[in-house]
């Protein structure tokens, strides 16, 4: 079995498939061509340096291109680095596909789509229920592979789907802990409240920002979606009104893209059990990399933070 | 002819027709019944005490009813207040109509119209132009009489397409001196900028908010518009996005209510010229109130300042 | 069945036993004296005006003193104020007591125990259990009856019991969905984290704050006390440097009182669910008083938003 | 024709003159000495290493000497750097000037001078206009030729004087539209505005801070020569206050160094225009690098944002 | 001996003489005159009413005039209030006078005047001391009797003296334990700091801004001051520039008025000892009003605090 | 006599012993190994190079450990380098120890213990003389070696007791200043302030945090100590609240770590002495090490200034 990325020290060799998920060309402090890029399999990232590179080296290497490479990890200012000694793009014949280069939601797409599903069942509010069902089977593809962000929270395959049911499940409970909250809207206020991204962000492997994504942002973009839905639908009445401020408040402040603030109960909670899923999502992953005692890497959007992880156990 | 409100002085009576703004019932602390009233006439506002009302004098006074009345003005904590001697409903034979008790802008409708009609010619964009012209057609009356705001600048009948007309004047002088700018995105921003208002306020007389005004904002609305718009018209491509980005980014911050800042030049600039216009209507007419060597009354809207009116003129 | 005051519209007379809360002494501008007193029953609060107050009256009208009394409901600056008309002090016959007029959770003190004792069944970590049992021992009776602030949120008798309860329930769901979490840790911070309240607040009705919790906090308070309750159950380790870390770090941010963020993830689990629940608490609460359509009252601890109750309902 | 440097790509080799504005020795890590310079002539700057310096190397290359060099253009860390292979210092025969090296406005001199003259022509309060006329005599050779800052805006030989008139431009158009305004005074404002620049900058083409400069500011600087100034001329009365006013309040806000926010009308648009046509010269420099569909770098004084250029044009 | 305002208990009578700082005329609801009066006389302050005036006593009551009255005080809204019952104006042959009224540091003149005159003599630095000898001899006389603020601290006649003498106090013993400084400049800062309020503020009893005051604030129009003194002087060289650079630092931020922030070290050691000095007067006044065991008032210029005075003394 | 390395020059050569305060591993763009060691003597620190290490070097250089060393100091990067040209660990022979490499305050450790039993004695008040002697005691031996942090200022062996007892210095002459304040309390502040360090900081010469400094911080852990000291020796009252309080509050703002402001006068003016101190510390340092004319470098802990050095001197 071929060793991972993520699992291989400094100081050793490593030998295996790898994605390229961006390239940058340089030139040495002689003048010397080479080129610098960021390669990924299931386990992990690392930049690597490919030295006195050819004209073809620079054709081989782009973008979601896969190579087999051989090389050594070396530690360049406090990281880890790999240095290539050899290299050749992959080959029909070798079987291996983008999709096994990259990280993807700990749960199968077929399981997300039922969660879904079920919650969409759940719900009784008939306008509520006709536009979610709407919004599902338009995204319906892109919905279950978009991550739900470039960085920091889910940001990998099915992430948004991810997200959202992870949302859902918390929702459900805090429904039975507080029966007084409209689980309809605050389920539909769940399913739509990142489906902007999907059109704010351009795919799934090197993903980026849409022109649109830049100048509007993904919460005007799916209030306007929501109200172009509702139109086509032939829906009219305060729900719709609802749930586009559902969408535009879940921000919580102006300072953080909400024009504004949560003014209905279910907005102020889509707001916070946003919040709570995306940070246990964040939190999660970086202990998950360091041992008992250690503290994790500084995490820029859980405030620049780095988290403790005791040393006694629940038993 | 009958001196107005805002031109007698404390001390004296007045006797005249006045419009009823805002009511509040109150009791003094002996128990005794009595009505609060907000009067106006098209020289100024009052605040009114009507003292031992009778059940009658509840259902009379009314917001935007027009009374005829006899008072005195005296001060109390500082501040100016008629005391209501006598008073009568108007009479149809009074010949008294709302509209001769509201501020308007000192340009007439028609000359607004012609105006609009003017800069809209100029323009050579067709995509722009099309969807310029389709939402002048859609909102030609309401644009006509609506303030720009509640409070604070061009807060009259009229006062939305006031500002727009300057701001026009503005925008056509500015690409005289800076020809790099597109004009046709600039007046097309600035026709548009606040139009989301006449969906945000309820009215013209005794404006307020609507729901969706409260949930949403002007903003984002009138940037949904332009999508719904722009599908009637089955017009695509990069200015409606662009154009969609001038609306949302005009208050030039996420704390003022633009999710996205300006990141086009003619978004920048619509955002400065807004804030020009806007800032020398508050100026100017706080200034005309005052007289040489004094300050005017403190602006919320400027940041709470107080602005000197210097002795020395310009000759 | 005697009406409440919470109850009576403007306008009404009212008959009935009251708790006085506060006593202001005040003179009228003509020079005679007169009592503003802040009363209340179980069904709400009520300025009360008592003119022309004598020296016994004066004697009579004290903080937790119960009166019998008649008067009128009018209204003054848009409060409704009650003007005392005649009143009486409770005399032991009357068999009325303080605990009939207060504000209690909607569970009762048997059943906030129990669900206490369960949780604190489910602790399996000795240490933290120690710990946990030897406050709730320390602190019984006062856990059971006090609020958990003097405003805002869980104001009322049982308040910071009830909260607590409600916090477990949260913790116990949200371990399910992420298991990765140490739920020891987290009940442990849940069940100790306002517990210095009971030293910073003077008490149940008239609840003020202490001279050590003006000059310390109820934060720093409580960490000592877990430091001082270490010491002499003889506990070592880092549990209790632990356990300290989420008490300090439970408001967040320095801002907000907590001198370290968290950095532990129980500890920004506790922060984020000790906000939800006294959101909840608080949105709750002020949408029961308002109808489908209306915006409640402004909400200092929401940062002033006024939340709508929109009209369609989950069927 | 000698090619320039802002012309050449990488991979380039490029010969001719170039003006050394600043100079950093180094030592490369194993300890053999080199030189950094920053060059520029008339079509940009570039970044250069000279390897292997010698004693002699670093006597000549001192700022605002012209050297002839020969070299090639790499890429290092994303930025082109010019390696130079050969180089000597300019002689009197090449009848090369460090005039001929830097960034001018685009607007001659000749036509600058003739320009503000007329604006003060223009002027009709004797006072405001012999103060005027005072501060051009005394800084007549200066004001032509320094730059209005050493980065971000009209950064350019006589920049500051091209400042001055973009903004008279504006205001005179301005005055029309709002003839309330005071001409006079917004002229002299504009024209004195920057003045304190001169002596807080050390010169125009190696621009720093003086001590003056870094312990006053231009602001304070030149709020105090208005002062000695009006008392040589004798010159008394509100004029000379309120013109300090105007350069005191023209950064807006205490925290962008003016200590009184502006409090009369022409001070808050002498702000105004000072702020649109800084933005405007930075935004229209950046977007002429930028092809249609592009952004433009961040630019630091515009908050760091990074401005698109749209494709569709103005027809 | 009379007794004083500030030694007469609320429910008693009062007769004497008082010094009239202000005056509002109302109406009450019912329409009579009357006029709220703030009078002082050395033992404090009081707002006093007085009911159903006539135009003789509107006449009478203006700013600084002294009147002698008898009336009794009751409380109102929690504040002490002087209801007045009869009163005249001072006559000649009362032999009272403005002086008597007003509070006054507790040095006297002629010992504030030797105090700072061995500190002059002290200064060793020529330069410094000419320039510092120049000022106080401009400025001896009104140096001497002005408050140092309108409130606050040192708000008192001869207040700027005493801030000044308290501050070179503390300033002479910081220089033994750090004598690294420079005691001439630290001296010369302290003495000047704040002589700009000589002109920014109207006079000595009834203080207000000066227009210069309002539009340029006293740090700006002080350096100014400092540039034309040294004009005069014929001094030229750094230290007019760094004692420019005190005065116009001694605020500490942009936020509170200094355009820079302190860049020489005793720059920073002079906004240490204002601050220092200015609470230490703040906080001994409030104090010394309140008993062992209680909260002082709370203090706008301590960021609203309210300050505990312990019971325990230093024994 | 052996030369320093502060007061070696580039391009000169260096013999020596110096300690090791720091070692990072990296491999060259080439793979080779080497080593970055932070070295530093009592005159000054250096960052320094060891190229071509092997697994003994590695062995070898380790933090604390004391080597002999030749070398050249190079520039790199516009700061001082030591290249290592030969080396080797220092042997009992030698004769060098840690404390001869280190940074020590200007004071000795007897005098510091003098000065602080003699503010000890000048206490009155038994309760707080107590509490403070029992610190003393128990801390005795780091007190008198710990630095005040780990840099900013008093960064250095008995930096804490040397900034103890300025700032009681300080203290001595504003209680002879304002005899009203409380001396004992701001003694007994003073000295225990940061007593919270010694168990916050993991040492001396390569002092980190502890677990429990990174998860509480020196003031919640010290305000527990002085909880747990009263305990054990019995005593009770305000003193210890007070007190207490003086140590939460130190830093003066909720920002800056202290959960309650300054709420006690002399909380007040522990947390100005404190500033001071640190302050002129910092100042004072920084402007040792550059020429009158210079500015010192920027320091991260005044806000990031640099500080002007005048030329002329106080004579």
Same mark, same amino acid.
């Given at each position: 079995m071929i060793k991972g990325i993520g699992t291989t020290a400094i100081g050793e060799s490593f030998e295996g498939y790898m994605l390229i998920k961006d390239v940058i060309k340089g030139v040495t402090s002689n003048g010397k061509p080479f080129l610098t890029l960021m390669l990924r399999d299931k386990?992990?990232?690392?930049? *690597?340096? $490919?030295w006195d590179t050819t004209k073809e080296d620079e054709t081989v290497c782009v973008p979601e291109q896969i190579i087999k490479l051989a090389g050594e990890i070396n530690q360049f200012r406090g990281k *880890?680095? $790999?240095?290539?000694?050899s290299f050749r793009p992959s080959q029909p014949t070798d079987d291996v596909h983008v999709s096994d280069f990259v990280e993807k939601a700990p749960i199968e797409k077929e399981e997300l789509t039922e969660k879904l599903t079920e919650a969409i069942f759940e719900m009784q509010n008939p306008t509520l229920q006709r536009l979610v069902r709407a919004f599902i089977r338009k995204y319906q593809e892109d919905l279950l592979v978009y991550p739900a962000a470039t960085k920091n929270h889910h940001e990998y395959v099915s992430g948004l789907a991810h997200h959202i049911v992870s949302m859902l499940a918390i929702a459900r409970e805090l429904h039975k802990l507080y029966p007084e909250m409209n689980k309809d809207l605050l389920y539909a206020g769940i399913i739509l409240h990142d489906l902007g991204k999907l059109k704010e962000l351009s795919?799934?492997?090197?993903?980026?920002?849409?022109?649109?994504?830049?100048l509007l942002g993904h919460i005007p973009?799916?209030?306007e979606e929501i109200g172009l839905m509702a139109k086509d639908?032939?829906?009219e009445g305060e729900e719709v009104t609802i749930l586009q401020h559902l969408i535009l408040s879940h921000h919580g402040k102006a300072e953080w893209g909400s024009p504004k603030p949560p003014l209905v109960r279910e907005a102020e909670v889509l707001h916070l059990i946003d919040l709570m899923d995306a940070k246990l999502n964040m939190m999660n992953r970086a202990l998950s990399?360091?041992?008992?005692?250690?503290f994790t890497e500084r995490m820029f959007a859980m405030d620049n933070r780095s988290f403790y992880k005791p040393i006694f156990e629940e038993k």
């Amino acid at each position: 079995m071929i060793k991972g990325i993520g699992t291989t020290a400094i100081g050793e060799s490593f030998e295996g498939y790898m994605l390229i998920k961006d390239v940058i060309k340089g030139v040495t402090s002689n003048g010397k061509p080479f080129l610098t890029l960021m390669l990924r399999d299931k386990t992990g990232e690392i930049e *690597a340096k $490919l030295w006195d590179t050819t004209k073809e080296d620079e054709t081989v290497c782009v973008p979601e291109q896969i190579i087999k490479l051989a090389g050594e990890i070396n530690q360049f200012r406090g990281k *880890a680095q $790999l240095k290539i000694l050899s290299f050749r793009p992959s080959q029909p014949t070798d079987d291996v596909h983008v999709s096994d280069f990259v990280e993807k939601a700990p749960i199968e797409k077929e399981e997300l789509t039922e969660k879904l599903t079920e919650a969409i069942f759940e719900m009784q509010n008939p306008t509520l229920q006709r536009l979610v069902r709407a919004f599902i089977r338009k995204y319906q593809e892109d919905l279950l592979v978009y991550p739900a962000a470039t960085k920091n929270h889910h940001e990998y395959v099915s992430g948004l789907a991810h997200h959202i049911v992870s949302m859902l499940a918390i929702a459900r409970e805090l429904h039975k802990l507080y029966p007084e909250m409209n689980k309809d809207l605050l389920y539909a206020g769940i399913i739509l409240h990142d489906l902007g991204k999907l059109k704010e962000l351009s795919g799934i492997v090197t993903t980026s920002y849409t022109l649109e994504g830049k100048l509007l942002g993904h919460i005007p973009m799916m209030v306007e979606e929501i109200g172009l839905m509702a139109k086509d639908l032939q829906i009219e009445g305060e729900e719709v009104t609802i749930l586009q401020h559902l969408i535009l408040s879940h921000h919580g402040k102006a300072e953080w893209g909400s024009p504004k603030p949560p003014l209905v109960r279910e907005a102020e909670v889509l707001h916070l059990i946003d919040l709570m899923d995306a940070k246990l999502n964040m939190m999660n992953r970086a202990l998950s990399k360091v041992k008992p005692g250690e503290f994790t890497e500084r995490m820029f959007a859980m405030d620049n933070r780095s988290f403790y992880k005791p040393i006694f156990e629940e038993k």
